[in-house]
């Protein structure tokens, strides 16, 4: 599966944005999907993750109750609606794909699990 997200760009802190995630391939309801983010200088991060029918979702202690991930199988596409943005949401937002559905064994946060990546889209939240 091909992966490429978009959405990405600069928004004042408070503010919001949707990123997306477009896979092609016929088989990307099959797959798990994740996003993760790099900050500069930093190592990459788990953000959320959600299950490969969309009914169950993870995410990171530091996006809860701001972040919401969600996915159409119709459309093969996972979003990321990003609320409440803080300058230390900066980064570059990796959307990934997991075949294995490590979120049966609790290891949606590892990148290591995914399998495709995305190309990224850059995030810049001013304060």
């Known amino acids: 599966v091909q992966l490429q997200a978009s959405g990405g760009g600069l928004v004042q802190a408070g503010g919001s944005l949707r990123l997306s995630c477009a896979a092609s391939g016929r088989t990307f309801s099959s797959y798990a999907m994740g996003w993760f983010r790099q900050a500069p200088g930093k190592e990459r991060e788990f953000v959320a993750a959600?299950?490969?029918?969309?009914?169950?979702?993870y995410y990171a202690d530091s996006v809860k109750g701001r972040f919401t991930i969600s996915r159409d199988n119709a459309k093969n596409t996972v979003y990321l609606q990003m609320n409440s943005l803080k300058p230390e949401d900066t980064a570059v937002y990796y959307c990934?794909?997991?075949?294995?559905?490590?979120?049966?064994?609790?290891?949606?946060?590892?990148?290591?699990?995914?399998?495709?990546w995305g190309q990224g889209t850059l995030v810049t939240v001013s304060s």
């Open positions: 959600i299950s490969w029918s969309g009914g169950t979702t």
């Open positions: 990934a794909a997991d075949p294995d559905y490590a979120y049966l064994t609790g290891t949606y946060y590892s990148d290591v699990e995914y399998d495709y």
